[in-house]
């Protein structure tokens, strides 16, 4: 007992030398100034590269990450450019399929998904969530003479619905499909709505914001069913265990809706 107490001691010397060294690295913060962000914390934030607050994310995904001129563009690219300006860093965005995210952050090739990820039980034991940042609902997409006005008359009739590989819209497909083989998964939604519009599958599931885009990109083609599924909450998320990220991404997006400019990026993306 009293070694391991001996042994606490020392880990507790240890750790307050490395908190010194950290606040003494930098030459332009102030001691006692730990209110402000500054590049000289980066250490502190468990990064892949210091300097550079790297996002994973599938730029299939209008409004929240679609690419415009090459550059990925968006509220998560909105939102994260701010929050990287907050913490000192460079944001760099790499673009992948939706499914890869998990495990691209947990082998630290990025140090954040931000994606329109919903917070989910399974996915909060692999990883750590920021605040969330936006509500969702996962809406269906129908060929516009489809007869189905609700889930429930969807039911039992052997359909098969189109969802993107590994989100929430696939999770809530399962009980609205007679098996699991009536799920067809697709690396992103617009693939989803192309096999809509050529009869491959008969409905698609995926959040609102993004079955709204689709709506006016194919107009009387197809319509929408809202309000089928409970709300969702879109976080960013950081490796399980970066506690410093994670804090640190909460004091910026809590400043940036303080200070309008969170508003401001999502007003410049969602209609
Ligand atoms: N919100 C959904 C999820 O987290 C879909 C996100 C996406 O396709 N980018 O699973």
Redesign the pocket.
Known sequence: MKKFIKGLAVIAAASLMAVMATACGGDTQKPGNSDSFNASNTANYNLVTGGKLIMGT?AE?PP?EYKEGGSVVGVDAGVMELVAKKLGLTLEIKDMT?DSLPEALAGKNIDVIA????IKPEREEKMDFTDTYYT?KQTVILKSDSPYNSIEEMKDKNLKIGV?T????MNDAAPVVTGEDNIVGYNN?SLAVEALLSGKVDAVI??NNPAKEYKDQHGDDVKLLEDQFEE?E?AIAVRKGNKELQDAINKALKEIKEDGSFQKVVEQYVK
């Open positions: 599938n995904f929240f939706f994606a329109g990820f919903t969702a993107q590994g989100t929430t819209g939604g995926i959040d969702e879109y």
